[in-house]
């Protein structure tokens, strides 16, 4: 694959670059962000090109719109936080292919900066029909000379801009996606035991390739989050009206199993924060892990448990932590996610590797004050980086590491 870097050096004076970045971030109910992470990930790669005199085209995609345009998935307050960040304003065309994107990117000079509407406000991002995806990559790489892909938390998708505009244009991993998949590697390739995974958010059925892949290789599997009460469930207990996948439960069984052939220790909670509603004020009490309620829905483990969870961190020399342990976004059941949060900033203290996968868990952990500095590394990409431990091919990659295609292909 090749990098960033090689690219400066043969020099961008005067090109045209399309960057790819992930600026998929959230927005509250007024259109403004509240976690930037993602915008401010993108900024050295997009300042490496400008530095170097690059005409540098960002295209990204905000949520899921249906390949049409709709004005609550603009990119404009993304376009507004790029321009703080870089300090200059960054110009947003109307449209991401059209009369407005070709005249943005053909008024832009040496070293500035513009970016294209949602790449997803077009049915040809996203089609499954090889040829449809294929026309929008020609008309995406039309607007420039090379292609620079940096949106990690895209790259597990076969999407135009992250994989066909690949096979059009000469291309180069970004910094970003260069740094993301440098310590997905310390995680898959010999990591520094113990190696402990902490599992959360609400579904089993996204994280099964994953779990499945984590017995192979870490030594600790804890688990919180919503999954936990399918895997309560298949320990033979009841969990009320907590959230269950019923149809996971065999599944899961069997992972449990095969977790106690392996010695992989599975770490699961002994108590559970139990509520009447999913809401800031419900009425909830601690309870057993194995005495739920039947009219009390689990939403964040229990101050037991976290202090069981944080104890099996502390001398972990690996670390990586996907999810939440409960319902976060409300005070009365965060701290489960808190006390994680503080056993791997513990842990990264004392010298081992942590990191925070996804843009979920990454929000998280700013939304309860911790600052990215006290991780080793909170990846930008939550899926990308559980299809990468769970050993898949990603798309936005392997096309990467193909050099010979750059010309175009149809
Ligand atoms: C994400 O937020 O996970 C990435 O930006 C990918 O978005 P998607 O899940 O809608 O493809
Ligand atoms: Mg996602």
Redesign the pocket.
């Known amino acids: 694959m090749k990098t960033l870097d090689e690219l400066l050096e043969a020099g961008v004076r005067g090109k045209r670059v399309l960057v790819r970045s992930?600026l998929?971030v959230p927005l509250d109910g007024d259109g403004a962000i509240t976690d930037d992470g993602r915008v401010r990930a993108s900024v050295p790669t997009i300042q490496a090109l400008t530095g170097a005199g690059a005409r540098v085209v960002v295209c990204a995609?905000l949520?899921?719109p249906k390949g049409a345009p709709e004005p609550r998935y603009s990119l404009a307050p993304v376009a507004t936080r790029l321009g703080e960040l870089l300090g200059a304003g960054v110009p947003l065309a109307q449209d991401t292919v059209g009369a407005s994107a070709r005249a943005v990117v053909d008024g832009l000079q040496d070293g500035q900066v513009a970016i294209l509407e949602n790449l997803r406000f077009n049915a040809g991002e996203t089609s499954k029909d090889d040829a449809e995806r294929g026309a929008f990559a020609d008309e995406l790489a039309a607007l420039a000379d090379v292609f620079v892909s940096d949106?990690f938390?895209?790259v597990h998708?076969k999407q135009a801009s992250v994989y066909d505009v690949a096979k059009r244009l000469p291309h180069y991993a970004g910094g970003l996606v260069r740094a993301e998949v440098e310590v997905l590697k310390r995680l898959t390739q010999e990591p520094e035991r113990p190696y402990a995974v902490v599992l959360g958010g609400a579904k089993v059925s996204d994280k099964l390739g994953v779990i499945a892949n984590l017995l192979q290789t870490a030594d600790r599997l804890l688990i919180g989050g919503g999954m936990v009460f399918t895997f309560l469930k298949a320990q033979g207990h009841e969990v009320g009206k907590s959230l269950l996948e019923a149809d996971q439960v065999e599944t899961v069984r069997g992972y449990l199993a095969e977790a106690q052939e392996r010695g992989v220790e599975i770490v699961l909670p002994t108590d559970i924060v139990a509520a009447d509603a999913f809401s800031a004020d419900a009425a909830h009490d601690v309870v057993a892990a194995d005495g739920i309620p039947a009219d009390r829905m689990g939403l964040d483990i229990g101050p037991q448990s976290g202090k069981a969870f944080a104890a099996r961190l502390a001398d972990a020399r690996t670390v990586f932590w996907n999810g939440p342990m409960g319902a976060f976004e409300m005070a009365p059941f965060a701290e489960g996610t808190r006390v994680v949060a503080e056993a791997l900033v513990a842990a990264t203290g004392a010298g081992a590797l942590t990191v925070v996968g996804g843009?979920d868990s990454a929000a998280a952990v700013r939304q309860l004050g911790f600052a990215d500095a006290q991780f080793g590394h909170i990846s930008t990409?939550?899926?990308?980086s559980l299809e990468y431990l769970e050993g898949k091919q990603l798309p936005g990659l392997t096309v990467l590491d193909d050099d010979t295609t750059t010309g175009r292909e149809r």
């Open positions: 992930d998929n995609h949520g899921r949106g938390g895209v998708r843009g990409g939550g899926g990308a």
